[in-house]
């Protein structure tokens, strides 16, 4: 025959000449003729269905073979393990392993024109050149110019296609396989599904979920325009007998109505997303909702305490938030190990490696195989040290889960599958800061934590927040990103604040703006970062810098339409190169594409203790920006820095800038000493000519706005006669009893005072009875509720002994550090320990009143009066005094009709009286000081105990009548 010029015009046409048909039909029955022969050595009969009407029916013919099990074949399963590999396939596993990754089919379903090649092609680059995997795909156009290139458009071709494709994803077994079909039959999906699933193969329907008119309208191949015309019949979902089953149940459905590569649904302006994102923030993960809270407080109270303080809280809040995303809880050893070794963790988001789960297990030192390929920057340790006594409990309980509770009590958070190690303090110390620095203040911090480590995944059970005023600042990640795109950001560059902003960092800012305007970018937006958690005792109060920062915002120093001023939660822990890593790659995970650094970030001056650098720059100023830009931060290619070098005051145009070199004389450099200086004296704008030493006190005009300049001086001015947020910990009211009075700030200046039924102020030492109002029973005083740690105490000097916080010797608000406290502790009314009162040793009484631990169920509120029974005593000698403890229950509790002495304590509660003594040898020890010791480590009996109370009491008669010898000044009206 000549060459028929003439094509198909499209799917579902048939214009072959009757002559070429019967040629083909004549061929076809020819070959199954021959083909039943050589299966069943029988004269040939052409099966049911395969011939009608004289015409051959492909499809039919192709159910009938594939029904048929072909002779002398058998396929090909893996070998099992030690097994030849001659004829079969190598065991998955180690295939598996030895490619570094699993297989998955994803079989990409949708409408002609929904995207299924473009998102294809676009995420197997994305996985081969950036992850390095194993991938192959499988278009439905590419198919049909080979493997398919027999097959057309009817239902029965369309089966067969789906059905060789299937087989071949199959095969790749090992291969990330993306299939791209449009596969229109919900039945020939589910058989390449059954056969993916019959071999242990994972397979993943993604739907392209494009309505009909989005697809018709793209129309990137011409076809739909070509339906229009009559060109192409019987093209899918455009006629009735061609039509699209969408799945019912897709793995994934992927909405690309308006394209996901261009900025879809997880990344609409293009941001960076935070590192090992998986379609979820970290914080909706690890962060409960509140319909769940309430089971979670229960559970909470049923688990051993670990206690946070407020460092540890801020912290918590960079963990609950994902600022340290992918990081999941306190670092346990291995993660601790890779921060300080490598700077960075390895990753496996998609568990790939078998390796998901790396940093949420239990260090196992004997696993060598376990290994994630992507590493994602994380410069420094993010650990909960604890004490030896929180690890007793902790170990003791059998629990798999811990309660973290700040330092008032609260509970924050639940850790889970709690791995407990060693704090090898120097070790941390040498690897983060290569500096030895004895006054440095974080150095100082690790050195003051307890001896151990506690690692595990957390749980908020509430959000973070400090009730200081500054909350409506504090955004987390995801609310970032919400403002960024709110301000229609295509970029967004980070600045990090410790210091109120003047006219320097402005130039930054804006300069920093323009030079990614001259890149391309459209709308950059400026995140102003001021740094949240704890700064050293003489940074900038955060109150400051924030009230400061709106101020230039208000007078436009910076433009409010392209600034976003949030806080950042983070402690600064003033390590240099090491830090400012963790600085750059916390801002890439809330949507910072650029970070801006100067000289010497995250640096400070060496105290009188460095061994290097005594008052003097610990790091070189260079060394931070080299080393982040050698980092594992910029390794995705993700986040990018902003560098500039130092710049100074122009005092031709009152403009801050680089210095010109050929006029030196008319740039000066203001230092920060020098701003607080001027700062202090309340200085106003120098006038014209502005001399270039700043001896005078006045400051550079358009050095910083009018009102953020007046909020300056008021600190600096005011800096010992106001009180001022240094940084971000809670200012919280506790919860007191009914009848008292709170006056001033918890944790500051705060006291409690109690009245009487009439509401006349009166002394809870000297005006309430020492006996209870039921019978045999004592009246206890609550100073401080069971779980918090202020101590509290009723002041024996001022007017009506209000209850107070005591101080240490620097004058400091004092908090046990031991642990969380397991009973309520308080006083007895109307009783005294008489120093003058002294036993053989020459140990005397510590002149309080008779202290007392009461073991009940639950904490009550401070400043509560309850009826108690005494059940015994130890006698704890404390920097040589004698202080009797009294033990007793409160007659309300659950158990007190169980609990009548220490020995039916010891038989409710087993094990309290050895951790009431644990309590009172070492409580003191997580502070530095040396054990108390007991003069018995045997509780008194109920009588001794009950004598005692009686002695105390006499002693305070006398005291109250003035026979004592000695007021000491207390008050005692």
């Not at 040290?385 to 690890?391: E, M, V």
Request: hydrophobic letters at 35%; proline letters at 6%.
């Amino acid at each position: 025959r000549g060459v028929d010029n003439r094509t198909s015009s499209g799917p579902g046409q048939s214009d072959d000449s009757q002559e070429r048909g019967q040629y083909f039909v004549f061929f076809c029955v020819l070959l199954a003729i021959v083909y039943v022969l050589s299966r069943t050595g029988q004269p040939a009969s052409c099966p049911e269905g395969i011939l009608s009407d004289g015409n051959f029916d492909i499809g039919a013919y192709r159910q009938a073979a594939l029904a048929a099990t072909p002779p002398n074949i058998i396929e090909c399963a893996e070998a099992s393990e030690g097994s030849s590999q001659e004829a079969c396939h190598l065991p998955n596993e180690k295939r598996f392993k030895a490619l570094g990754q699993k297989g998955v089919t994803l079989w990409m379903t949708g409408y002609s024109g929904s995207g299924k090649s473009t998102i294809a092609r676009a995420l197997e680059e994305k996985l081969v050149q950036e992850y390095g995997l194993h991938v192959q795909n499988l278009d439905g156009d590419n198919v049909r110019t080979g493997l398919n290139r027999d097959l057309g458009f009817s239902p029965a071709d369309r089966a067969e296609s789906v059905r060789r494709v299937g087989e071949m994803a199959c095969l790749f077994n090992a291969v990330i396989t993306l299939v791209t079909l449009v596969s229109p039959y919900q039945a020939d999906r589910d058989e390449a599904r059954k056969r993916h699933e019959e071999q242990g193969l994972l397979f993943l329907e993604v739907f392209m979920d494009v309505p009909i008119d989005v697809v018709q309208e793209r129309d990137p191949k011409g076809l739909y325009a070509k339906v229009a015309t009559g060109e192409i019949k019987s093209f899918t979902g455009m006629s009735a007998d061609a039509p699209y089953e969408p799945p019912p149940n897709p793995e994934i459905n992927l909405p690309n109505k308006n394209g996901v590569l261009s900025g879809g649904p997880t990344n609409p302006m293009g941001l960076p997303m935070p590192s090992g994102y998986d379609g979820y923030f970290l914080e909706d993960e690890l962060m409960i909702s509140p319909s769940k809270r309430s089971a979670k407080l229960l559970e909470a109270e049923t688990l051993p305490k670990a206690r946070l303080n407020d460092i540890d809280v801020n912290w918590l809040q960079v963990i609950g938030e994902g600022w340290a995303s992918p990081l999941r809880g306190f670092m346990r050893e291995g993660p601790l190990l890779q921060a300080l070794h490598f700077n960075s963790l390895l990753i496996d988001t998609w568990d790939n490696n078998d390796a998901s789960e790396l940093n949420e297990k239990q260090t196992n030192w004997n696993d060598y195989t376990t290994r994630a390929r992507e590493r994602v920057s994380l410069s420094i340790p993010i650990v909960l040290p604890i004490t030896g006594y929180t690890k007793q409990n902790i170990e003791e309980s059998g629990k798999s889960s811990v309660t973290l509770m700040d330092k008032d009590g609260r509970v924050l958070a639940l850790l889970h599958n709690p791995e407990i190690y060693e704090n090898r303090k120097e070790e941390i110390v040498t690897r983060c800061f290569g500096a030895i620095d004895m006054g440095h203040p974080y150095i100082k911090h690790i050195y003051s934590g307890g001896d151990w480590l506690l690692g595990g995944e957390i749980e908020l059970l509430q959000r973070i927040t400090y009730n200081d005023g500054l909350d409506q600042y504090r955004l987390t990640p995801k609310e970032m990103y919400s403002e960024f795109e709110a301000k229609k950001a295509d970029v967004v560059f980070a600045f990090q604040t410790r210091n109120p902003t003047h006219a320097g960092h402005a130039f930054l800012m804006n300069t920093g703006r323009e030079r990614l305007q001259a890149r391309g970018y459209k709308n950059p937006v400026l995140w102003l970062s001021p740094l949240g958690g704890w700064t050293k005792e003489d940074d900038v109060p955060l109150d400051v810098r924030v009230k400061q920062h709106v101020a230039i915002l208000e007078e436009k120093m910076l433009d409010p339409s392209w600034t976003v001023m949030a806080i950042w939660p983070a402690p600064m822990i003033y390590g240099g190169p090491t830090e400012v890593q963790f600085h750059a790659q916390s801002r890439r995970n809330a949507g910072a594409s650029f970070f801006v650094v100067g000289r010497d970030p995250a640096g400070m001056k060496g105290s009188e203790l460095a061994v290097a650098s005594p008052d003097d720059d610990l790091y070189k100023g260079e060394h931070g920006r080299y080393v982040l830009q050698m980092s594992p931060v910029l390794e995705d290619q993700q986040m990018q820095l902003i560098s500039f070098d130092k710049f100074y005051y122009d005092i031709k145009d009152h403009k801050m800038k680089a210095m010109d070199e050929s006029r030196p004389d008319d740039f000066i450099s203001i230092s920060g000493s020098k701003m607080r200086k001027l700062a202090a004296q309340g200085a106003t704008p120098c006038p014209d000519p502005i001399p270039n030493d700043l001896l005078a006190a006045c400051i550079p005009q358009g050095f910083m706005v009018p009102e953020g300049w007046n909020i300056v001086c008021d600190y600096y001015q005011n800096i010992d006669t106001k009180t001022w947020v240094p940084w971000s910990k809670a200012v919280i009211s506790p919860e007191i009893a009914q009848g008292t009075s709170p006056v001033g700030v918890f944790g500051d200046d705060f006291e409690l005072l109690f009245k009487d039924q009439y509401g006349k102020y009166i002394s809870p030492w000297h005006d309430l009875s020492l006996y209870g109002t039921a019978s045999n029973s004592y009246t206890f005083v609550v100073e401080i509720p069971k779980y918090e740690t202020a101590k509290m105490e009723v002041n024996k000097e001022d007017m009506f002994n209000p209850i107070k916080q005591d101080r240490n010797k620097d004058g400091s608000a004092r908090y046990y550090t031991y642990g969380t406290p397991f009973f309520n502790y308080g006083l007895l009314p109307q009783t005294w320990e008489d120093p003058q009162n002294c036993d053989t040793q020459g140990h005397c009484g510590d002149n309080d009143p008779l202290d007392v631990m009461e073991i009940g169920d639950s904490p009550l509120p401070m400043g509560s009066v309850v009826d108690i029974k005494i059940l015994g005593s130890l006698e704890l000698i404390d920097e040589g005094e004698t202080d009797h403890k009294i033990i007793a229950i409160r007659l309300d509790d659950k158990d007190a009709h169980l609990i009548h002495d220490m020995a039916s304590l010891e038989y409710v509660k087993p094990g309290l009286i050895n951790k009431l003594i644990d309590w009172l040898k070492k409580y003191k020890t997580s502070d530095g000081k040396p054990e108390n010791f007991l003069s018995s480590d045997f509780p008194t009996s109920q009588q001794e105990a009950l004598e005692i109370i009686e002695e105390c009491h006499e002693r305070w008669v006398n005291l109250k009548a003035g026979r004592s010898g000695t007021t000491e000044g207390f008050y005692v009206n």
